[in-house]
């Protein structure tokens, strides 16, 4: 096994903390780099030339798609999608790809997706889009859950993170708590502190990663 650490890369502290509990920090490192897939993306990039690490992965909570991923859940993404990065058209959005200016989609590492679903079976597999305007409405949920009918859950940071990974050659994953449903803008309908539960309960599987 590699002798460099996994870098967990999380949006704020409160979700760096609730992985700290349980992680050997001498084998896991986590940090909060801010919120949204500039932040992350930048943050990432520059943890990732302060020291080598054998792994990224994007943590935190998520808005779950309702009937795919219930609140207080897990998910694992399989692809982090940046479901926002292309052009409108009166046609409908065109993603980068069909602009001709690279991709949209990364896929995740499949060795530590496979190690993620074995040390957290009840976590739901699937796409987790990144967007950086969250979802508020049911249009916007409704367009995003038929251009995507893999998509389990949205966050704002899961593709930037996978950017600066690329870009250093290092595996990378997403690993995310349900703390809302995707849907019209509803603060009464935050669950964060099952989100946080389910964190802290995922974190002890992170020290099994290969
Ligand atoms: O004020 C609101 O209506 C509102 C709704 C959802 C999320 C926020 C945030 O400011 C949290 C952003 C933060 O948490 C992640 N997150 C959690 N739920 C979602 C979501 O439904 N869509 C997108 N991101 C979400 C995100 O990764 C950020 O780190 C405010």
């Known amino acids: 096994m590699s002798p460099y650490p996994i870098l967990v890369v999380t949006a704020v502290n409160a979700e760096a903390e609730a992985f700290r509990e349980s992680l050997d920090p001498e084998k896991i490192v986590v940090e909060a780099v801010g919120v949204g897939p500039a932040a992350a993306a930048a ?4 943890l990732l030339t302060s020291r080598p690490y054998r ?13 795919r991923a219930d609140i207080g859940g897990l998910v694992i993404a399989t692809r982090s999608i940046a479901a926002d990065l292309g052009a409108e058209s009166p046609g409908g959005f065109l993603p980068v790809e069909e602009l001709g ?8 590492d499949p060795v530590l997706v496979k190690a993620l679903r074995d040390a957290l079976p009840t976590a739901v597999p699937g ?16 367009r995003l ?8 859950a ?17 595996p990378f994953a997403e690993l995310r708590a349900i703390s809302n449903p995707v849907g019209p803008r509803d603060r009464a309908a935050w669950r964060l ?4 539960a389910a ?4 974190a002890p599987a992170l020290n099994t990663l290969p």
């Open 127 to 142: 796409d987790v889009l990144t967007l950086a305007t969250v979802t508020g409405t049911a249009a916007t949920t409704d």
């Open 101 to 108: 200016f690279g991709s949209s989609v990364l896929e995740a």
């Open 55 to 67: 792994a990224v992965i994007s943590a935190g909570i998520a808005g779950g798609f309702p009937g």
């Open 193 to 196: 502190a099952d989100a946080f």
């Open 154 to 170: 949205e966050a704002m940071e899961g593709y930037g993170v996978a950017v600066a990974a690329e870009g250093a050659g290092v």
């Open 145 to 152: 859950a038929t251009r995507f009918p893999q998509a389990v």
């Open 43 to 46: 943050g990432t990039a520059r």
């Open 199 to 202: 964190l802290r309960t995922a």
